[in-house]
């Protein structure tokens, strides 16, 4: 008996660990791992490197129907395209994090971006993980997890993902740019941040990124087995 292959909804706010979480639980599965957070920067990069103003949705509406984004495996991990051009390094500068949150809460670009996610879980075996998976995207996804944690933690995390890359920021500007993401996230009328009623709650706060992980493959593996014994 083949086993299903599960589409698995990972949520929560920013730097919660969800990210990493997705890719090396995806990873363990044998399944694709879409990183919507990225797909949504790509957008804003487009938005930032054409001079539109990120509430200005007539214009980011147009721009869109021109508009390619595209996720790849390397050997490196996940590869980034928009409209043919490798975009991976350029949606994680300060500035890309800085309007994301405004241009990802336009109505046309997450109709978009909704389409393209839920073309690519279709047949199941994907791990997604983004701010509106378990409610908007994939509201029956086979399995939801909802990633938290204190933002001092999330701050700290950003702080050393940038002083990796050379960026150096103070880690209590990163405290705030935080706090005011989520925020926005929270309020805003398009697929606002929240945790479905459903998801299984994580604070990633005082855990290592493999334990994280475990948890997630645990839970997945045995509702795989769950179902193929039943």
């Given at each position: 008996m083949t086993k299903r292959r599960l589409v698995i909804a990972i949520d929560g706010p920013a730097a919660s660990g969800k990210s990493t979480t997705a890719r090396l639980a995806a990873e363990q599965l044998g399944y694709m791992h879409i990183d919507t957070g990225a797909m949504y920067r790509a957008v804003t990069l487009k938005v930032l490197r054409?001079?539109?103003s990120s509430d200005d949705s007539a214009a980011i509406a147009k721009m869109l129907s021109g508009t390619r984004v595209g996720l790849t495996r390397s050997e490196s991990g996940l590869a980034v395209f928009l409209d043919g051009e490798d975009v991976t390094s350029a949606i994680r500068t300060p500035a890309?994090?800085?309007?994301v949150s405004?241009?990802?809460s336009q109505k046309a670009v997450r109709e978009a971006m909704v389409r393209e996610q839920r073309a690519m879980g279709?047949?199941?075996?994907?791990?997604?993980e983004g701010r509106d998976i378990?409610?908007?995207?994939?509201?029956?996804?086979d399995l939801k997890f909802f990633m938290v944690a204190g933002i001092r933690s999330r701050a700290q995390r950003r702080h050393k993902e940038l002083a990796?890359?050379?960026e150096k920021i103070p880690l209590e500007h990163l405290e705030r740019e935080i706090a005011d993401?989520?925020?926005?996230?929270?309020?805003?009328?398009?697929?606002?941040?929240r945790r479905a009623e459903d998801a299984i709650e994580i604070d990633t706060?005082?855990?290592?990124?493999?334990q994280q992980v475990d948890l997630v493959v645990r839970i997945a593996k045995e509702k795989i087995e769950k179902e193929s014994a039943g």
């Open positions: 054409a001079g539109l890309v994090t800085r309007a405004a241009v990802s279709r047949d199941g075996g994907i791990v997604l378990g409610t908007v995207v994939f509201p029956k996804a990796e890359r050379g993401r989520d925020s926005r996230d929270a309020s805003r009328a398009e697929s606002p941040l706060s005082d855990l290592t990124i493999e």
